[in-house]
C-alpha cells in the first residue's frame, strides 16, 4: 500500500506542484495590486465576514452578494 501510494505521488504530485508553481508564477504580478472597483464594499465593508458566527455565515449563504447597494 505505500509503495502505491509513493508511486502515484511520484508520478502525479510532481505535475501537481509544476502546476502550482506555473499557475504562482502566472499571477505573481498580480499580487502587490489594491482593490479595484466593486471590491471595496464587498470585501472590505461587508460586516458579514468580520465575526464568524453562525448568524453571519447564515446571512452570507442565504442573502444576495451585495449587503450594500455598490456605490
Do not use: C
Not at 471590491?39 to 465593508?45: C, F, Q, Y
Not at 461587508?46 to 452578494?65: F, K, M, Q, S, W
Amino acid at each position: 500500500m505505500r509503495k502505491i501510494v509513493s508511486l502515484v505521488w511520484s508520478r502525479h504530485g510532481r505535475r501537481l506542484l509544476l502546476l502550482w508553481a506555473l499557475a504562482l508564477a502566472a499571477y505573481s504580478n498580480s499580487f502587490q495590486a489594491g482593490i479595484f472597483f466593486d471590491n471595496t464594499p464587498a470585501l472590505l465593508e461587508d460586516p458579514r465576514i468580520r465575526p464568524v458566527t453562525a448568524r453571519n455565515i447564515g446571512a452570507i449563504l442565504t442573502e444576495g452578494y451585495w449587503h450594500i447597494a455598490p456605490t
